[in-house]
């Protein structure tokens, strides 16, 4: 059964508006959050990572907010750019109780369209 | 330049036939790891290493084995392949664990037919 779920497989943007890549977990011992992102013919590269104890957080154009109540995060993207065109997948770790172990959801197709 | 290496890239093979892909990183990383992607499966985790000597399962174990008998390789060994394991294979590794941004390699497309 699938603790971390992307249910938009894919979502598609104009240039320069905002895209919201949502995510959603089960287990409630997470407490480390990422995603990740991957283009065709390579592997994933890391974007933006957030803690349980923190309900935001900014990197340039990239914004993760983490509702832990809902059990819900959500990665913000402004502006979009033909580049961010790609594949993003959230992550989850349950850091208490298994350092290493690292859930993945199914991914979330971008494309930003000029 | 900073990466991690998997070899082969491509590998066409029969079913029962032993195959190592083998993972090579060259930061000094403690934390290895390698997951598989399959189409609407996104990324599972199959093997995970803190250190040297140090392995523990991920999502999908069965049928695969690793070793980390120096820091820097951390091969994927699959004794007696499957077609249920023809996948899109990716090593990576970090500096500490999961909480550090993971390098990942290219990919090893493998086929079991």
């Known amino acids: 059964d699938q603790q971390v779920k992307q249910n938009s497989p894919s979502l598609s943007v104009q240039e320069g508006r905002i895209s919201i890549l949502n995510c959603d977990y089960t287990?409630?011992?997470?407490?480390?959050f990422l995603w990740y992102k991957k283009y065709p013919a390579e592997g994933p590269t890391f974007l933006i990572s957030?803690?349980?104890?923190?309900d935001k957080n900014e990197d340039g154009r990239f914004t993760v907010f983490l509702n832990k109540s809902a059990k819900h995060l959500s990665l913000h993207i402004v502006p979009s750019q033909p580049g961010d065109s790609a594949v993003y997948f959230c992550?989850?770790?349950?850091?208490?109780?298994?350092?290493?172990?690292?859930?993945f959801g199914r991914g979330t197709q971008l494309t930003v369209w000029p | 330049e900073a990466q991690v290496t998997q070899n082969p890239r491509y590998l066409i093979t029969v079913t029962g036939k032993k195959l190592t892909v083998t993972c090579s990183q060259n930061?000094?990383?403690?934390?290895m790891s390698w997951y598989r992607q399959d189409p609407g499966l996104g990324l599972r985790q199959i093997y995970y290493?803190?250190?040297?000597?140090?392995?523990d399962k991920g999502d999908v174990p069965e049928g695969y084995k690793v070793s980390r008998k120096e820091k820097r390789n951390f091969p994927l060994i699959l004794e007696s392949p499957s077609p249920n394991q023809t996948s899109l294979y990716f090593c990576?590794?970090?500096?500490?664990?999961?909480?550090?941004?993971?390098?990942f390699g290219d990919g090893t497309r493998l086929s079991i037919l």
């Open positions: 990576a590794s970090s500096s500490t664990g999961i909480e550090q941004p993971q390098h």
């Open positions: 287990n409630s011992m997470f407490d480390y």
């Open positions: 957030i803690s349980s104890i923190k």
């Open positions: 992550a989850a770790s349950d850091r208490g109780s298994t350092l290493g172990r690292l859930y």
């Open positions: 930061m000094n990383h403690e934390y």
């Open positions: 290493s803190m250190n040297v000597e140090v392995t």
